[in-house]
């Protein structure tokens, strides 16, 4: 069978623009439309022709080297300058400009709040798009590694001990001098112990102004590496990092909000995600649904109370752990006269409050305890059985009964398809399994960055290239541009309400 050999040194003839390296379906070009169409100004960026000094570089082309680079899991400054040397695509886009990898790092560095806006408007493109509905919104949250070691984590303990360690070495160093001072005087060795000195009490210095913080802000722990981020526990082990949410829409999947949080968990981002979601959406959501690890009860109270349908299971139910015999749930609750019942017949009485959120109920007297049958199994303590509750008891028992409809188990089961597929695409195929900027906000700003890629491959997906660029220019011709909408501007301010002609009616996929 015949081979097919290349040729080194056959003469071909190059495209005579750049224009020509790419074809016009080529998925840069899609890319190369939507920052385009976004608004700098809105985003935080400048654009100013005519200021004075030494010519920098097109932020619009910036801005597209690094949407175009996180899509395709290109983060860092220095392949990002590669590329534009040896890809085509990167090319085409940057249009023959080949900033250095300092020049990208610095642009990164100081646009962190414009990159970490993309996104909203990047939402509002798939509102106009018709791609976004609002009805119903999913949330879910990945632990994802900082920029930092989590040896450079600091906590009081720690701190104590290599106080004590250091103010043992100076004291040693301290003796050692003096010995010296006194027998060998002018020779190195003390002016090497001196300077081992110095060295020691600037230590002591840092470690105690590490102290202090901890005490101000009330913080378990600091780390000196990257002092936003925190001790993250996940399948892969403890190490310093963050816990980033997103809020996904359920008509095609669309990420509408990101978030990034210095917490472990996700018990108290519930509210605040499906809130922020909404003000980018310009309306309120029809139903907000997560899994167990949102069930708190006081956060999804907040999102209730608005007449959103919220559908989480409580770790009970996600558990599928039936209660045990003598689990308050056996027990008849008297709402009018706020007692308990226990399955003997004797009375539990509201006893106190507990930190202002915890109902305790205590039985009428000890004796009906000691001496009933189930004792050891109901209770074990001489001071009889005791219930606590919570203060808005009611409203986690009908969270709980709403879980259970046919129509939120739905609901339910779309989550995984919806709300974790993005994870996916973002930690396998965009390669975000560690920031790359360190604080909170250069945190923010690349999950920023890769939710609007996963968004636009997901456009790309649903429409093509040629329909998405057609669809962008279609609405920056007719004057709707989704850049600034004046309705999602008026949303922002307003809370929630725009008018009906920004949003398409469209149907809900259950």
Not at 137 to 146: H, M, N, P, V
Not at 391 to 407: F, S, T
Not at 442 to 453: N, T
Request: hydrophobic share 35%; aromatic share 8%; net charge positive.
């Amino acid at each position: 069978m015949a081979y097919r050999y290349g040729n080194r040194e056959q003469i071909e003839l190059f495209p005579a623009s750049i224009e020509d390296y790419v074809s016009s379906d080529d998925p840069v070009r899609a890319y190369d439309a939507f920052v385009e169409a976004l608004d700098f100004n809105e985003l935080g960026i400048e654009l100013d022709e005519n200021q004075a000094g030494n010519p920098e570089y097109d932020p619009r082309a910036m801005v597209k080297l690094l949407t175009f680079g996180y899509s395709y899991g290109t983060r860092s400054s220095r392949k990002l300058e590669r590329a534009e040397y040896h890809n085509i695509a990167f090319i085409w886009l940057m249009s023959g400009l080949k900033p250095d990898h300092k020049t990208i790092a610095e642009f990164r560095r100081k646009n962190k709040p414009a990159l970490k806006n993309i996104l909203k408007q990047c939402a509002r493109l798939c509102i106009e798009l018709d791609l976004a509905a609002g009805n119903t919104l999913f949330i879910d949250g990945t632990k994802i590694r900082a920029n930092a070691s989590i040896k450079n984590a600091w906590t009081k303990e720690k701190c104590e001990k290599y106080l004590k360690h250091i103010d043992q070495h100076i004291e040693s160093i301290l003796s050692e001098c003096d010995a010296v001072d006194d027998e060998e005087e002018n020779q190195e060795s003390l002016v090497k112990m001196k300077a081992s000195l110095k060295e020691k009490e600037i230590l002591k210095m840092e470690v105690q102004k590490i102290m202090k913080e901890l005490k101000e802000h009330d913080k378990k722990a600091i780390n000196t590496q990257d002092p936003d981020c925190a001790r993250i526990n996940s399948i892969q082990g403890s190490h310093a990092g963050y816990n980033a949410q997103i809020t996904v829409d359920e008509k095609h999947g669309l990420i509408v909000h990101t978030d990034v949080v210095s917490e472990n968990n996700d018990t108290n981002q519930f509210a605040n995600q499906i809130n922020e979601a909404n003000k980018t959406l310009g309306k309120k959501c029809d139903t907000a649904c997560a899994d167990s690890g949102y069930s708190s009860t006081d956060e999804l109270e907040k999102i209730d109370s608005q007449d959103i349908k919220v559908i989480v299971p409580s770790q009970r139910q996600a558990s599928k752990k039936e209660p045990g015999t003598f689990d308050k749930e056996h027990f008849q609750y008297d709402s009018i006269k706020d007692y308990y019942a226990c399955p003997e017949g004797h009375i539990l009485r509201y006893s106190h409050t507990e930190s202002s959120k915890t109902k305790v109920y205590l039985i009428s007297k000890k004796s009906f305890c000691t001496e009933c049958q189930y004792f050891g199994k109901c209770t074990k303590s001489r001071r009889g059985r005791t219930i606590r509750t919570l203060l808005n008891d009611r409203v986690r028992k009908r969270l709980e009964a709403q879980y259970e409809q046919a129509e939120s188990q739905a609901i339910y089961n779309l989550r995984k398809q919806k709300v974790e597929l993005p994870f996916g695409h973002i930690k396998r195929n965009l390669k975000l399994d560690a920031f790359l900027l360190r604080g909170i906000d250069g945190a923010k700003s690349e999950m920023s960055l890769v939710s609007s890629c996963f968004n636009i491959a997901r456009m790309i997906t649903i429409l093509g290239v040629k329909g998405l660029i057609q669809e962008i220019r279609a609405l920056r011709t007719a004057g709707n541009s989704f850049i600034f909408l004046k309705t999602a501007r008026t949303a922002l301010n307003s809370l929630f309400y725009v008018k009906e002609r920004s949003f398409r009616p469209c149907q809900a996929v259950l």
